[in-house]
């Protein structure tokens, strides 16, 4: 049996790979992805929690609603910033493990809150903050699985984990409409609330939009206990990982992840809400699921087309698919209440999360490259020695860096749903909003071609 903490860890030697390395990243891999999967569940729960409220008698306002629907990116962003450099420090699998119970807390605190009917709104907002410990995972989960792959299949391995772990967003929008219809767990959880929508009364179990996630929670913590593992040579102290702050490319990274993930956990925790407020007549839980669900299942595909053909060309091109996307939902847009396309409206979104998948695997195939680039260069005529520090240097900063920029990014989920709600409530649509995010992609594009994708460029990666 492989010991827990593994001594000796050598992916880039092709020998130790092919015997032993290949088959321990796998299975680490394969118990990280569920996790994650389970993070982003109930991160986003919140999402379609809050549509629901009213219809059980919360007397919220609209503004207040898309509060409760942006605190969990606000809290999930903040705890990815010391997350992200907690694997080296604790390791892995002691990490995955701690990260993953926590969990259960806001899962069964939704429980409980949504069947009384005198839970408070300052409740409900603590709620939502503690949502956020599942979006924290993302930058521990990253940061791990980056140790334990060759730098030549990093794009693919990251990209099965962040699309795969996202796909939780969309599991979460299918599985808890479907949850809250029935008393799935009989008289162990609490009878119905009435619901009541559009003069139609019925009953809704909401409770088990918390509830639903408690035993996969559990399992999944004693997978990550049991069967996964730290790795000796990625241990690090916090002073030895804040180089990245001196370090440019770490804040330029920072920003262009903010571009592709931002968006995506950003609009998949707004659309529901914006889908609700711009086209009344519409279910929003019928088709917000869809979005994450293809967001999710591209990012592999762009971290593998990236490990292809570079991560710098694919970032730079997604980007200015993503502004044309962003004019096309202005498009299609209803302006007073009257006229636009819902047919159009949501096209145009599934190509803007089609892009963020894309986006999200390109830029991570970017950081250790760029990393790795960066040190060797430092090290160049200096021996072998300083080679192969300045490898292990480089896999270091860039696990970092992959984590704090995915904390710098998961703000995204708490400016994109506050942006439309204060451009909804200062103007009357969400207009204001997207010229901005629009405005937002051009720069993702200027600094992406710039400093990578040019000819010339100063880090071509």
């Not at 891999?29 to 729960?45: G, N, R, T």
């Not at 008289?187 to 939009?209: I, T």
């Not at 991560?311 to 498009?331: C, D, E, K, Q």
């Not at 080679?387 to 992959?402: G, P, R, T």
Request: glycine share 12%.
């Amino acid at each position: 049996m492989t010991s827990r903490v593994l001594a000796v860890w050598n992916p880039e030697d092709q020998a130790f790979w092919n015997t032993e390395g290949k088959s321990i990243a796998s299975r680490n891999l394969w118990i990280s992805i569920p996790a994650l999967l389970l993070s982003f569940a109930v991160w986003m729960v919140w999402s379609v929690v809050v549509v629901n409220l009213p219809t059980i008698g919360f007397p919220f306002a609209t503004d207040q609603l898309f509060w409760l629907a942006a605190l969990p990116g606000l809290a999930g962003a903040t705890l990815r910033i010391f997350y992200s450099f907690m694997v080296p420090i604790f390791g892995g699998r002691k990490w995955t493990t701690i990260s993953t119970a926590s969990l259960l807390i806001p899962a069964i605190g939704i429980g409980f809150a949504v069947r009384d009917p005198g839970t408070s709104y300052s409740t409900f907002l603590v709620l939502a903050l503690l949502c956020g410990l599942g979006g924290g995972n993302f930058a521990s989960s990253m940061s791990n699985i980056s140790f334990f792959f060759p730098q030549a299949q990093k794009g693919t391995a990251l990209g099965l984990n962040a699309g795969l772990g996202n796909l939780g967003v969309s599991a979460m929008q299918f599985l808890v409409p479907l949850a809250i219809t029935a008393g799935v767990f009989g008289a162990l959880c609490g009878g119905p609330q009435d619901c009541v929508e559009n003069g139609v009364a019925r009953p809704m179990w909401l409770q088990n939009a918390g509830f639903i996630w408690v035993p996969f929670i559990a399992a999944s913590t004693v997978a990550a206990w049991f069967g996964m593992n730290d790795i000796a040579s990625a241990k690090a102290s916090f002073r030895e990982q804040a180089v990245i702050f001196r370090r440019k490319h770490n804040w330029l990274m920072c920003w262009l992840y903010l571009g592709t993930f931002g968006s995506f956990i950003g609009y998949s925790a707004g659309l529901p809400l914006l889908i609700k407020s711009q086209f009344p007549g519409i279910s929003p839980t019928k088709y917000a699921f869809l979005g994450p669900l293809v967001g999710a299942l591209m990012r592999p595909v762009g971290g593998w087309v990236a490990d292809k053909v570079g991560g710098a060309r694919v970032t730079f091109w997604n980007f200015i698919a993503m502004a044309a996307s962003a004019a096309g939902i202005l498009a299609f847009l209803p302006r007073g209440g009257a006229g636009g396309s819902f047919a159009g409206f949501l096209a145009m979104f599934i190509l803007m999360f089609v892009t963020t998948g894309i986006g999200n695997g390109s830029t991570f195939r970017m950081i250790p490259v760029i990393f790795a680039t960066d040190r060797m260069r430092d090290a160049e005529g200096k021996g072998p020695a300083a080679q192969e520090q300045a490898a292990k240097d480089a896999a270091k900063e860039a696990a970092a860096v992959i984590g704090f920029s995915s904390a710098f990014a998961a703000y995204g989920a708490f400016f994109i749903p506050k942006g439309f709600g204060s451009s909804i409530s200062l103007t009357g649509g969400p207009e204001a909003a997207l010229y901005g995010f629009l405005a937002f992609y051009i720069t993702c594009i200027a600094v992406t071609y710039w400093f990578y994708s040019r000819r010339n460029a100063e880090m071509p990666c």
